[in-house]
């Protein structure tokens, strides 16, 4: 990339929750005596979120894609993933489309590249199970749940009927709670209409090794989740999980052989495998800093969100957990702390308490503590759904419209089948037949 002027460089490495509000931050902060570079692998920024109800068909996928060019103005946006940050020549390099390529020089880098699926040693779940990290995997999902209960309908093999009508979710986290109520919703609506389906049982199974569903949050979400999600029937198994996935089947640990075509991955993430190439310290995989987000031993390398191990003072010797909410707030003080490594303003460690978290179930349901008041039922869910309009970073006319457009008249379930399972792997090291 050519030099522009001879102003100090920042280039952020990812536009997500942390990146992208580093950048409108530092844009407003030094935007005039700095050069802001942004590397991101896409154009957009997914609001993640709401993936859930992308799957279950209730929100449109572009709607949580926000334009990164649109929304970034005062930063030279680059579509490209990084490869290599070379800490001692000071330069980022990275693969862009079509081909191309690049190389830019930093005075300052902040690496905010997130996570992905995190994979356990279970045999079988590279190969059968799908994961919910990216927008690809959840258009793919919808796609998937629409197509087995059409195939199903048409199936004249009571055992191909019922394996088709059976989604086993492992991870009982926000993800999988969230992804479980939407996709269990989705596959009532459309059972509805297909006739080949009239009395065929739809079974959703919700499994984790921890004693109870939402385990992270307050018990208290915990249990209005865990009601709901049985009340419509989905048999939550907390203390279980999967033992080896099959083709066609999922061995679990009660011991019961269960018959599915589909397996979705939900137990957590790691840090984005940019991390490993880097020569940085690591804590539990993410890169390590120190309070005020800087790499230790560095003064010109930042890191924040999923993929740093950011101290949490509220909790001495813990590190922050993986959240929107942390990834948001370290955003911006990371571009706070890197103006004032340029000489504006002070430094300030990171320091953020728990708000409280909400989880929307579909429908009226929802599972909510703001400032640590439990909710539930049509209250909560009217604050999860302003909240996410209040934190998403554009689009929101559009996302509201989708959920009043779902409350009056429900989206007819169709598979585009524009995403193959291929170009989905649950592992991005080990591609899928
Ligand atoms: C389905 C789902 C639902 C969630 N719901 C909630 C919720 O309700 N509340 C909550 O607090 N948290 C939630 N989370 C967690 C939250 O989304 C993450 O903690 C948050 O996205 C982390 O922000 P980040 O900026 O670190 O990473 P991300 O938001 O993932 O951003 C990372 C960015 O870096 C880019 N990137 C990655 N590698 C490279 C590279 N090599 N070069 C260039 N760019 C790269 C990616 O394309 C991406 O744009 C959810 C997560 C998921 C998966």
Redesign the pocket.
């Known amino acids: 990339m050519a030099d522009s002027n001879n102003k100090p460089r920042v280039v952020i ?8 509000n580093a950048a409108r931050e530092l844009s407003r902060l030094i935007g005039a005596t700095a050069e802001i570079v942004v ?4 154009d957009y ?2 609001y ?2 709401l ?2 109800q992308v799957t279950g068909g209730l929100v449109e996928s572009a709607h949580i894609c926000v334009s990164l060019a649109g929304r970034l103005r005062k930063t030279r946006f680059v579509l ?4 290599r940050v070379d800490a001692r020549r000071k330069t980022v390099s ?1 693969d862009g489309p079509e081909g191309s390529s690049g190389q830019v020089g930093y005075d300052r880098v902040i690496l ?4 992905v699926n995190k994979l356990l040693p279970i045999p079988g779940i590279a190969d059968y199970a799908h994961g ?2 990216t927008i690809n995997e959840a258009l793919y999902l919808r796609d998937h749940i629409i197509r087995q209960l059409e195939l199903a309908a048409l199936a004249a093999d009571p055992a191909e009927r019922a394996a088709r009508c059976t989604f086993v979710v492992v991870g009982a986290g ?2 999988g709670t ?2 479980t109520a939407h996709g269990q919703r989705l596959t009532t609506r459309l059972a509805r209409v297909l006739p080949g389906l009239a009395g065929q049982e739809i079974r959703w199974l919700l499994l984790d090794t921890s004693p109870r569903v939402l385990a992270e949050l307050d018990p208290r979400l915990s249990r209005t989740a865990e009601r709901v999600l049985r009340r419509r029937g989905v048999e939550v198994l907390t203390g279980e999980s999967v033992e080896q996935a099959l083709d066609g089947s999922v061995q679990l640990t009660t011991g019961d052989k269960v018959a599915t075509r589909s397996l979705i991955w939900c137990v957590g ?1 790691r840090a ?1 495998p ?1 991390v490993d190439g880097l020569d940085l310290d690591t804590n539990r995989g993410r890169l390590q800093v120190d309070e005020y987000m800087a790499v230790p031993g560095s003064d010109d390398i930042y890191a ?4 740093a191990a950011v101290p949490d003072l509220t909790r001495p010797g813990q590190i922050c957990g ?6 948001q707030r370290q ?1 911006k003080l990371v571009a706070r702390n890197v103006a004032a490594s340029l000489g504006k303003g002070t430094q300030r460690p990171y320091k953020h308490g728990d708000l409280g ?3 929307d179930l579909g429908g009226l349901a929802a599972a909510a503590n703001p400032l640590h008041v439990p909710l539930s039922g049509p209250v909560a869910n009217a604050l999860t759904r302003g909240y996410h309009l209040s934190a998403m970073a554009g689009n929101r006319m559009r996302v509201a419209a989708d959920w009043t457009l779902n409350g009056i008249t429900p989206s007819e379930p169709t598979s585009l089948a524009v995403i193959d399972a291929a170009s989905v792997p649950l592992d991005v090291n080990k591609p899928r037949a």
Do not use: K
């Open positions: 490495v990812g536009a997500g929750f942390a990146g992208f590397i991101n692998s896409t920024f997914l993640l979120p993936m859930p490209g993933t990084v490869n990275w905010t590249a997130g996570s919910f990290r926000y993800t969230e992804l993430v984005d940019l924040c969100g999923d993929c993986m959240t929107a909410q942390h990834a955003g978290f909400l989880v």
